[in-house]
Each structure stands twice: as C-alpha cells, then as structure tokens.
C-alpha cells in the first residue's frame, strides 16, 4: 500500500511540474502576455491556452499509463511540449487575431491543440 502511494505521489508530483513547465514554456512561445490579456477579460486568449494545456495533459495522461518509469514519462512530456509548440507555430498567422480578441481564431486554434494532442495521447501507446 505504501508503494503505491509513493508511486501515485511520485508520478502526479512530476506530472503536475511538467504541466506547470508546460505553460510557462508555452507563454514564453507566444507573442502576447496571456495572463495579462486574461486578467483584462480577453477570452480569446483564455480559450488558446485552455486548448494548449488540454493538448499537453492528454498524452501526458497517457504517458503515466504507457510508460514503464518516470524517465520515460518526463521523454513523452518534452515530446508532447514539442507537438503542442509546433501546432501553435503553423497556426501562428492567428496569433494578432487572438490576442485582439478573436474568438473564432481562438476556437480554431484550440480545437487543432486538443486534437493533436489526443493524437499524439493514442500514439504513445503504441
């Protein structure tokens, strides 16, 4: 029971500061403050990185399912990293639309991370 507890501790800590390592990687990506943004009610912007993180934490949840250690976890976590930076990066023409408050941008740009992203999530388990 111990050891399951220590592992359980083990893998949502470190899944939790991959996540956390995520967003700060992520808003440094983008062009525009998105806590600055969101805090002056842009929705837009809420709803891109919303996407992002949902694209992240998909295929991070199957990494901790998947994956035979924590090593290999933190490997699926920078590749997924990559995959959701990449799918911001084609989709980047969006990037003024957004941060002016576009919300049709948003969505479409949401939409492609959680979409990637579950992807990406099946694709580990192969």
């Not at 992240?56 to 930076?85: D, K, N, R």
């Amino acid at each position: 029971m111990i050891d399951g507890i220590l592992a359980f501790l083990s893998y949502l800590g470190t899944a939790v500061a991959l996540l956390f390592a995520f967003v700060l990687i992520y808003i440094r990506v983008t062009p525009y403050r998105e806590f600055e943004l969101i805090a002056h009610n842009n929705k837009a912007v809420a709803v891109t990185l919303a996407g992002a993180v949902l694209g992240f934490t998909f295929p991070l949840m199957s990494s901790i399912f998947y994956t035979q250690s924590l090593v290999e976890m933190v490997v699926w976590a920078g590749i997924t990293c990559l995959v959701q930076l990449a799918v911001f990066w084609v989709l980047r023409r969006y990037a003024k639309r957004i941060e002016n408050g576009d919300l049709s941008s948003a969505l479409m740009v949401a939409t492609f991370s959680v979409a990637v992203g579950l992807l990406n999530a099946v694709s580990i388990s192969h």
